[in-house]
């Protein structure tokens, strides 16, 4: 088999949640190694593509490839294609019954069958990647927002993911703590991750991304570089949204 | 610290706080039981009944505590099908809840034991007739022998038991599930877990944490409710205080026995209770 070209292809993807369309419409190539950013007023449909690509919400009509691979209603399949796409919760979502290094061990050791000395090398390797290491014994509760979304990304990269999904990784912290996650993510980016982040950090999106994309009402309005979109958008829509975020 | 507060009026509110923040109601039971150690070893009467009738204890916490092993199991079962997508199973649960919560349990515990287990006998006979027809006499035969007389009444008390409170624990167990955020599923997936894997792993140990002080307090219940099976003669305290009672008419020392016996073992338990609630919520 040839490897694809993209390795995330969404093809008219229909999202209906009862009468309001969450997408409508939604084609998407990203080639591999390509770091997107996604930016859309709330209720543009962002967060709901995301949660589409890994079929954490099943879409209501349309395609998704991850890898070569087309996303169906095999649990099975999807658990195994999900173990390639890493996803980042706006919220964390840590397990709060684990400790730091648990949280990045559980999975390895359930779903990967890493044995537990294993799963635990693993596991600091990723902790002192995000630059933690000093906190793999404590729980969630007694982290930082920054810390905990550190560790929600080494949770992530410890299943060796091919894909990393963040969904407004930075929206729930203290603005002091914003720039240690922004920097893991910068690093990955460089390390030539594929990834899609639904963020509003301009300055993440200057610096890392490849392409930016604009959504609104379910669908992509604009797809183009950051500096295209930012120094010359096309559509009206593009340029409200952007005079209403930049405007302080 | 503020050193400049005048003490004298704060010591003088404190001794009215701490006598008014006193568990009275506690000293209140403290005092019944030595009252009562005091009978039960001074007065002959009431030594006699406490020796014929501490002969059900034993009968009294092993119904309870298999009865209650079983009811987890169960209740774990009907509380994943109650929150279970899949329509057979979600349905099935909802309808053993809904059953065992719309009759009394003193006709419940009548039905299964008298009703409920001759019909399973009948089936599992039946069952054993056909693999004898079949040609698997050697399975067929154990079957059909299978009689209700292999199934004493404390057996069949267990297992009623056991149905009534497995449907309790499955809300019990339901809402615990259900108070875990639904991100916390959301993430497990995300890495790839299955819903069983999300399930075990992730969701039911901190369900479990939660639902611990609920738990236990049903426990307490159950051994209350355990008394309930006398009817079937089994002989816990309850019985045998009926049976001291009825041979030797004295309902007083009798029933002010098993009362207080009750009352010391779930006393207990509500302490135990207490302490790992309390326990629990200063990990939180």
Request: proline residues 4%; contains cysteine.
């Amino acid at each position: 088999m040839t490897r694809p070209e993209n390795i995330i292809v969404l093809k008219d993807l229909y999202k209906h949640f009862g009468e309001v369309r969450a997408l409508d419409g939604v084609n998407l190539n990203v080639a591999q190694g390509k770091v997107i950013v996604v930016i859309g007023p709330s209720g543009s449909g962002k967060s709901t593509m995301l949660r589409c690509i890994n079929h954490l919400e099943a879409p209501t009509s349309g395609e998704v490839w991850i890898d070569g691979q087309q996303l169906g209603k095999n649990e099975k399949e999807l658990n195994e294609i999900r173990t390639e796409v890493g996803m980042v919760f706006q919220l964390f979502n840590l397990f709060p019954h684990l400790t730091a290094l648990e949280n990045v061990m559980i999975a390895q050791k359930v779903v990967r069958g890493r044995s537990k000395s294993e799963a635990r090398k693993i596991a600091m390797d990723q902790l002192n990647r995000v630059g933690i290491p000093e906190k793999a014994d404590v729980h969630p509760s007694n982290l930082s927002g920054g810390q905990q979304q550190r560790v929600a990304i080494a949770r992530a990269l410890a299943m060796n993911p091919k894909i990393m999904l963040f969904d407004e990784p930075t929206s729930a912290l203290d603005p002091e703590m914003i720039k240690e996650v922004l920097d893991v993510m910068l690093d990955l980016a460089k390390e030539g991750m594929t990834m899609v982040c639904v963020t509003h950090e301009m300055g993440f999106a200057r610096s890392a991304a490849d392409e930016v994309i604009f959504m609104d009402n379910g669908q992509i309005v604009e797809h183009t570089t950051p500096h295209d979109l930012y120094n010359n958008p096309k559509e009206e829509r593009t340029k409200l949204f952007l005079s209403q975020i930049l405007q302080h | 610290m503020e050193p400049s507060a005048p003490k004298l009026d704060i010591r003088d509110d404190d001794r009215k706080r701490s006598l008014r923040d006193q568990p009275w109601w506690f000293y209140a039971i403290i005092l019944i039981f030595i009252w009562a150690a005091y009978i039960f070893y001074a007065r002959e009467n009431y030594n006699e009944a406490f020796q014929f009738i501490k002969v059900g204890i034993g009968v009294t916490i092993k119904t309870s505590l298999i009865s209650y092993a079983f009811a987890l199991i169960l209740g774990l079962l009907a509380g994943l099908g109650r929150i279970s997508k899949n329509i057979f199973f979600n349905n099935l649960a909802r309808l053993y809840v809904e059953l065992i919560r719309g009759i009394p349990m003193l006709v419940l515990i009548f039905f299964i034991a008298l009703v409920g287990v001759p019909m399973l006998v009948d089936g599992v006979n039946a069952l054993g007739v056909w693999f004898t027809e079949i040609g698997l006499g050697f399975l067929g035969t154990p079957l059909s022998a299978f009689g209700n007389k292999s199934l004493t009444m404390n057996t069949r008390a267990i297992v009623a038991l056991s149905v009534t409170y497995g449907a309790f624990l499955a809300e019990i167990f339901r809402a615990g599930i259900q108070s875990i955020e639904r991100g916390q599923m959301e993430a497990a997936r995300s890495l790839g877990m299955s819903y069983g894997q999300a399930m075990r792993h992730i969701i039911l140990p901190q369900a479990v944490r939660n639902v611990l002080p609920a738990l236990g307090n049903d426990f307490v219940a159950m051994v209350k409710d355990s008394s309930l099976v006398s009817i079937l003669a089994v002989r816990d305290i309850t019985q045998v205080s009926r049976l001291y009672a009825g041979s030797t008419f004295r309902f007083r020392e009798a029933y002010i026995t098993v009362s207080v016996m009750y009352l010391s073992i779930t006393v207990m338990l509500s302490l135990l209770v207490q302490v790992m609630e309390r326990r629990l919520s200063k990990n939180d």
